[in-house]
């Protein structure tokens, strides 16, 4: 009987360290070394990155007149050491914020809903973030760095409304859009890590 009792509890013992172990691992992947994305820890933490909004499928961007882009540079594993904008790994990304802006027409107040992604890093070459998907028919974004990058507006059911190339680090906006349930991504060209600034709001 002591004999049984003492595997009882060494079973127990057992189970509760590997669980303790298992839910350490999974946190020491939640995000990837030096805080990027790249292709090779998506692949390898494929849960992690669909909660981060992170991809390399080129199927994340289907639609039939579109060919997907190609990363036209070598894949790096980590972030310049200086340059950065204020999007950098030490700003504060997970954070959203409230932005105010003028409509073009009415000259109304609106309040846009701002973040960053992907929230708390950046994405290596050929990467793909989204945001999540908001009723919205305005979208606003920012380069972390200027190179080169492809943007997508994109409804639920997997259809862009709208792509874009560009290769700098300044505001461009996404209008005229009818009203919907939208999400913003892009893909990361360019042979450094980076992030975008985003902005949604109905004018």
């Known amino acids: 009987m002591i004999f049984r009792r003492f595997m009882m509890c060494l079973a127990t013992a057992t189970a509760l360290v590997a669980g303790a172990a298992s839910e350490a691992s999974a946190g020491r992947n939640a995000m990837p070394p030096n805080n990027v994305y790249t292709c090779s820890w998506i692949a390898a933490n494929p849960a992690a990155a669909a909660a981060a909004r992170v991809s390399c499928d080129p199927a994340s961007i289907f639609w ?13 594993a980590s972030a310049p050491s200086s340059g950065y904008s204020i999007y950098s790994l030490s700003a504060p990304l997970s954070v959203h914020w409230l932005q105010s802006r003028s409509a073009p027409l009415s000259g109304k107040r609106i309040q846009s809903v701002c973040g960053a992604i992907p ?20 979208w606003s974004f920012t380069a972390s760095l200027a190179q080169s990058y492809t943007e997508y507006v994109q409804k639920t059911d997997g259809t862009n409304v709208r792509n874009h190339s560009f290769s700098d680090d300044v505001s461009h906006t996404e209008t005229g859009l009818p009203t919907l349930s939208y999400r913003w991504g892009a893909q990361n060209h360019g042979s450094w890590a980076m992030n975008w600034a985003e902005c949604y709001d109905t004018q």
């Open 119 to 138: 929230a708390g890093g950046n994405v290596g070459t050929g990467v793909f973030a989204w945001t999540g998907y908001h009723s919205s028919n305005f």
């Open 64 to 76: 039939a007149s579109i060919t997907p882009p190609i990363g036209d540079a070598p894949q790096t």
